[in-house]
């Protein structure tokens, strides 16, 4: 298995990973586990889609954006590792959803960044994942999403 | 200690673990410690007391809701690993209660959830917790449950 | 390094840990790590700038809560392990900003608790980071924090 590789069949470009904005670090490693940072779709510096999905967004957009996050990650992840090969599995997802009060499909919103990560990484990729809505999130980004995974 | 046992002594019926309808798995196991996804309070396939707390539903309503996402993660948890009795203690739930802005009782109703494991685990049962409030939850859930648990 | 000597150059005095009101503990060790309950900033049995940040409250004073969130929990830390210089190192905090649909600088108030760990700590106070909006804390709390932390 080469993740690199199953990337660039996807047709997806892995940024540099860029260090936060603010004091912190974009992943934390314990033992075996990486504890990453809350991802925002942040993408040549700009927020894809800001705003609230269901308000100022759709739900498909609410779902690039998701891809978007999973795509920072992955380059935080890289750049925390080497080689996106040393991933054991994904554990945890947690996903933040900028929602209007009365859209109540979280769940497919984040979907999409759950089916990125099986596209790419297979069973392992598969997670455990909570997904809900909130009033507002930092730069008025549609979607944060923060994760657990296991390397080796 | 026969956890079953005990469930059954207090008149709870542990439903079928079902597959999750989306791209994720419910349980994630690393090393001795289980990531549960986050559990909402699906009862035969429809949610209880759908709506915000403080607003469509009451406290009371939230809390039958927090215990019945307790029931389910009990439900989730023996899908993975076969029999309660392995628990070795629930080490942290994060608990999301959908409410009406000016509601500031999550707490009390996350409450109900703490108190239900430790009536059925007892200090096994007694764990760290976060408790909020958001805007909207998936599939208009009332509350949203997820936990770390650690197992033998 | 002292860091009870440390934070006390800072002139800060940590509040003896309190248990919480609810059926929960402050913090649950498995292995190395210390998952510490979700902390609010209570002072004195009061809540530091109650409300939203963007509304009732400003920015600044949602940092200074985030600051009262971070005092409250090495009080927890430390009535758990008992010394705070077992602290490995931060891995990961969580944190909710009760805010103002519209406000969109929650990682502002957030980097107050983060600068605070680091001023005390110094680089193993540096940790990977969540920060979301929600429209409603416990007890009208501005900011809840909660953490993992690894310890020998």
Redesign the interface.
């Known amino acids: 298995m080469n993740i690199e590789k199953r990337i660039e069949e996807l047709g997806i470009t892995l940024p540099l990973s860029s260090p936060p904005?603010?004091?912190?670090?974009?992943?934390?490693r314990?033992?075996?586990?990486l504890?990453?940072?809350?991802q925002i779709p942040s993408v040549n510096g700009e927020i894809l889609h800001p705003g609230h999905v269901g308000e100022e967004i759709t739900l498909e957009e609410g779902q690039e954006a998701a891809r978007a996050c999973i795509i920072n990650m992955l380059s935080a992840i890289r750049g925390e590792i080497g080689d996106l090969d040393k991933v054991v599995?994904?554990?945890?997802?947690?996903a933040?959803v900028s929602?209007?009060?009365?859209?109540?499909?979280?769940?497919?919103v984040?979907?999409a960044a759950?089916?990125l990560l099986?596209d790419i990484f297979g069973e392992p990729g598969?997670?455990?994942?909570?997904?809900?809505?909130?009033?507002?999130?930092?730069?008025?980004a549609p979607v944060?999403i923060?994760a657990?995974v296991?390397v080796r």
Chains 1, 2, 3 share one sequence.
């Open positions: 904005k603010a004091m912190y670090i974009p992943v934390c314990t033992g075996n586990l504890f990453v940072a809350g599995r994904f554990v945890k997802l947690q933040f929602s209007k009060t009365g859209f109540t499909q979280q769940h497919i984040v979907n759950s089916q099986y598969r997670h455990a994942r909570t997904a809900v809505g909130v009033n507002q999130l930092p730069m008025d944060e923060e657990i296991e």
